[in-house]
């Protein structure tokens, strides 16, 4: 299987069909006469056999090779929905990160980063439904501020606002491992104790 992973990787990278003849050349096995490899390659998901011209080539979850393909397909997905940047890692997109941030940067794609600061989704940005947004309307939202934790319930039931059920699932759970630990057993290991039946009252002998 090494040997057959190695001719995938191969293809991936040129990008481009190949015939046994190449894959010979470069990865210095005859596929035409080991058979079980051969056999490998034409079962494989990865692999896209040409009948017609007798070729190989690695087939992409994503056949995006550009920048303008990139953008093309953000923009026809279905209700503007956004792409995991990882799974990008399969195209013959080259160099995803300087892309993305490129394209960023001039506007043409809004991103969704992770904690570090790296795009997690990225998405097509449809310049036609921005809207100029009232200055008092952005001064309000600036001004908003999230009660702090301890005060939360509070200020929700002081809105009408009923909690979380997740808080209440949370705090079941608590009681549940409180009783628990309030009824767990315990193991008696007092030697001097051993023999004695502590179901009936104690006599010592004589």
């Known amino acids: 299987m090494t040997k057959v992973?190695?001719?995938?990787?191969?293809?991936?990278?040129?990008?481009?069909?190949?015939t046994a003849e190449d894959i010979q050349r470069y990865e210095h096995v005859d596929i035409r006469e080991e058979e079980v490899i051969y056999n490998q390659l034409m079962d494989n998901e990865k692999v896209m056999y040409n009948a017609k011209d007798k070729t190989f080539a690695y087939r992409p979850d994503y056949n995006i090779r550009n920048r303008e393909e990139l953008l093309e397909y953000l923009r026809q997905l279905p209700d503007r929905t956004g792409l995991e940047v990882k799974k990008l890692r399969d195209s013959y997109l080259p160099d995803v990160a300087k892309v993305i941030?490129?394209?960023?940067?001039?506007?043409?794609?809004?991103?969704?980063?992770?904690?570090d600061g790296h795009p997690k989704y990225i998405f097509y940005n449809q310049h036609s439904l921005q809207t100029t947004v009232d200055d008092d309307i952005k001064r309000r939202w600036a001004e908003l501020r999230m009660p702090d934790e301890a005060d939360l319930a509070f200020e929700m039931e002081?809105?009408?606002?009923?909690?979380m059920?997740?808080?209440?699932?949370?705090?079941?759970?608590?009681?549940?491992?409180?009783?628990?630990?309030?009824?767990?057993?315990?193991?008696?290991?007092?030697?001097?104790?051993?023999?004695?039946?502590?179901?009936?009252?104690?006599?010592?002998?004589?």
């Open 158 to 163: 002081k809105a009408g606002l009923n909690q």
């Open 101 to 115: 941030a490129e394209l960023r940067k001039e506007g043409l794609i809004l991103t969704i980063t992770n904690k």
């Open 5 to 18: 992973y190695s001719i995938i990787d191969f293809l991936k990278k040129s990008q481009k069909p190949h």
């Open 165 to 206: 059920q997740v808080e209440e699932r949370a705090a079941q759970n608590d009681d549940k491992k409180k009783a628990k630990q309030r009824t767990r057993k315990v193991k008696i290991t007092n030697t001097h104790l051993v023999d004695i039946d502590l179901t009936k009252d104690y006599v010592p002998e004589n």
